[in-house]
């Protein structure tokens, strides 16, 4: 089942390299992570590590943390990414990505209700949202996921 397309979302990695998501997946499934302005580090640090170990077991998935700022901040780009690529401990730079846009639009079009949540997305590389979850990491949501990724391994 597909809940909808993700947004054409434009952006640089923390190791400063142009990405466009979802046009730039390698991968035939793609986990985004979403924190929204006022997410706790803890749950966003749960479910990155969560998809570590992920990733670590199956080729064909790869996953992205998608920051966005309001595009007024983007004079402060360079100290924003610099923070946060001190913060970011045993993690691949190029999978954090900072966007610097409206966050009304995205908001909508994702329909994203809870302004100090984490979302998280299952996507394939066409960029149809698969499955979709959204706050705290817990055994619930993790066994949720694996499930699906199941379901479309046969699409491979």
């Known amino acids: 089942m597909v809940y909808a397309k993700f947004p054409e979302i434009k952006g640089k990695s923390l190791n400063k390299l142009p990405i466009t998501i979802p046009n730039d ?15 706790n ?8 590590s969560f998809m570590d170990t992920l990733i670590s077991d ?17 004079v402060l780009r360079r100290y924003l990414e610099a923070r946060a690529r001190r913060n970011i401990l045993n993690r691949n730079l190029e999978k954090v990505i900072h966007i610097y846009q409206e966050l009304a639009v995205l908001k909508k079009t ?29 055994l619930e949501k993790a066994q949720l996921l694996k499930q699906k990724i199941i379901e479309h391994m046969s699409e491979f």
Request: aromatic share 14%.
């Open 25 to 39: 997946f390698t991968r035939k499934l793609n986990i985004v992570i979403l924190p929204c302005s006022r997410v």
């Open 41 to 48: 580090k803890l749950i966003l640090e749960r479910w990155a």
């Open 58 to 74: 199956i080729s064909f998935l790869d996953y992205y943390q998608i920051n966005i700022f309001n595009k007024k901040l983007k």
């Open 110 to 138: 994702l329909n994203l209700k809870d302004h100090q949540s984490i979302y998280i997305f299952l996507i394939n590389n066409k960029g149809d949202i698969l499955w979709r979850t959204e706050g705290k990491y817990d």
